[in-house]
């Protein structure tokens, strides 16, 4: 039983130096490839400012009809459901009748 708590603990410590170099390599990575992100940055950020613009002047002229679409769709589905309703209300009420059968007819497993 103490090899196999030994054996654990062995595993754990390889763990920890594996994620500690993992840790490593990564901050290195970071600081290396940093000056590149920096450049990138820079040079993409007009690019975002132009694609907000465009997305907000987007918005302006097709939210509105969106909004007007949707109200539209609403009031489908309302014209659709609503003449339903009475028959959907007998169903439920013969639904209702035949599910309340005594316990006695059920069959026994």
Do not use: D, N, Q, Y
Not at 76 to 97: D, E, K, N, T, Y
């Amino acid at each position: 039983m103490i090899e196999l708590a030994l054996v654990a603990v062995a595993a754990v410590a390889v763990w920890v130096v594996v994620m500690l170099m993992m840790a490593a390599l990564k901050m290195v990575l970071w600081l290396v490839l940093l000056p590149v992100r920096l450049l990138l940055h820079i040079i993409l950020l007009p690019l975002l400012l132009l694609k907000a613009l465009i997305g907000g002047v987007l918005l302006l002229v097709f939210g509105p009809l969106l909004l007007i679409a949707l109200a539209g769709l609403v009031a489908l589905s309302a014209a659709i459901i609503v003449p339903l309703l009475p028959l959907l209300f007998i169903v439920f009420v013969v639904w209702v009748i035949l599910r309340s059968k005594p316990a006695s007819t059920a069959i026994a497993r």
